[in-house]
């Protein structure tokens, strides 16, 4: 059986005390170049490795952080994750990634489990059951800093870092007055999520603010296959669509779906417009219309904000990540 190489073992084989060995590999000031040499050079041969779990208690600090999503898809989270994975790297951390696949049972299980580990921060991402989010707030009190992102907690009082959600519905509302669309079908997600609430406010809200003849239809679909049951259902209706908005990349992946069964032609036939991270838009001919929240850019804002809080940052923030219009060729 191999053994572990240890500060003893190194300490006993050189003849040196185990705190000398200990500086040495830390590079004190304190020990001559020569000793620090020779521990260097045997560490290396015997393959020497810090005990990181007994570094984390004594520290506290366990470098490393908890993401919390509700699955890894490559609908938006993939591009957040690899941000975030990119600069934990920079910065001498490790990322641990948990899916609650929307349950808040199995949330509950992955905050305990932070405790457990000792993380030094989580990013959260929280379900659409999540009402009461004390558990996170007590992961603070442990001096386990939580910053919430995309879909967030209406919970005033916490770190968030999501995207311009109100202004980024408002734009793709105007973009498609701009162009004169007569009956506009909008397919927004899980009504009781915030991000939800507040791009449907700001999506309906531009269209009755111009007085516009415009006829909007709304509907809720909770995956890409919902989105696509209720593209069809619409679109075979005798209510003739000119349009279809789609408040997320799942709903568009559903949207397309159902055009290209229905046989329909973009922009002939139906034009579509959406929020989307920028990836799915692109895989279309032509390409889809619309307006970026960019996972990268959140993540590397959701990094600052933390590193910021573990840095003494007490006051609370909401970071918002603008949006921006990407025009395709189907509006």
């Known amino acids: 059986m191999k053994h572990n190489t240890t500060l003893k073992k190194i300490s006993h084989i050189l003849d040196l005390s185990i705190s000398t060995v200990s500086r040495a590999l830390k590079d004190h000031p304190d020990i001559s170049d020569k000793t620090?040499?020779?521990?260097?050079?045997?560490?290396?041969?015997?393959?020497?490795?810090?005990?990181?779990?007994?570094?984390?208690?004594?520290?506290?600090?366990?470098?490393?952080?908890?993401?919390?999503?509700?699955?890894v898809t490559y609908y938006f989270y993939d591009s957040f994750i690899s941000s975030i994975e990119e600069e934990c790297?920079?910065?001498?951390?490790?990322?641990?990634?948990?899916?609650?696949?929307?349950?808040?049972?199995?949330?509950?299980?992955?905050?305990?489990?932070?405790?457990?580990?000792r993380v030094s921060g989580v990013f959260a991402c929280v379900t659409p059951g999540t009402s009461d989010i004390q558990p996170?707030?007590?992961?603070?009190?442990?001096?386990?800093?939580?910053?919430?992102?995309?879909?967030?907690?209406?919970?005033?009082?916490?770190?968030?870092?999501?995207?311009?959600?109100?202004?980024?519905?408002?734009?793709?509302?105007?973009?498609?007055?701009?162009?004169?669309?007569?009956?506009?079908?909008?397919?927004?997600?899980?009504?009781?999520?915030?991000?939800?609430?507040?791009?449907?406010?700001?999506?309906?809200?531009?269209?009755?603010?111009?007085?516009?003849?415009?006829?909007?239809?709304?509907?809720?679909?909770?995956?890409?296959?919902?989105?696509?049951?209720?593209t069809v259902d619409h679109l075979t209706t005798k209510n003739k669509f000119d349009t279809v908005f789609c408040m997320s990349d799942e709903i568009l992946t559903g949207t397309m779906k159902a055009i290209q069964e229905l046989g329909l032609k973009i922009p002939e036939n139906i034009s579509v417009i959406s929020i989307s991270n920028g990836i799915i838009p692109r895989l279309y001919y032509p390409e889809i219309t619309y307006v970026e929240t960019s996972g990268a850019k959140l993540g590397k804002l959701a990094f600052a904000r933390m590193m910021a809080c573990l840095s003494g940052s007490t006051f609370i923030r909401e970071v918002i990540v603008e949006s921006t219009m990407v025009n395709g060729g189907s509006l």
């Open 136 to 230: 996170f707030l007590k992961l603070d009190d442990l001096d386990i800093p939580v910053i919430f992102f995309d879909k967030v907690p209406a919970f005033e009082a916490c770190n968030k870092v999501c995207f311009a959600d109100t202004q980024a519905a408002k734009m793709a509302a105007e973009a498609i007055l701009q162009n004169k669309k007569k009956k506009v079908l909008g397919l927004f997600g899980n009504a009781h999520m915030s991000i939800t609430k507040k791009r449907l406010d700001a999506f309906t809200a531009a269209f009755q603010q111009e007085n516009t003849k415009t006829k909007l239809v709304t509907d809720f679909a909770l995956s890409h296959d919902e989105a696509r049951e209720k």
């Open 89 to 117: 790297r920079k910065n001498g951390y490790s990322l641990m990634i948990l899916q609650s696949l929307d349950d808040v049972a199995t949330e509950l299980t992955n905050i305990k489990l932070c405790r457990h580990n």
């Open 36 to 71: 620090k040499k020779k521990v260097l050079e045997l560490a290396s041969t015997l393959e020497y490795e810090p005990n990181t779990y007994a570094i984390n208690l004594r520290t506290n600090n366990s470098k490393v952080f908890t993401l919390m999503v509700p699955s």
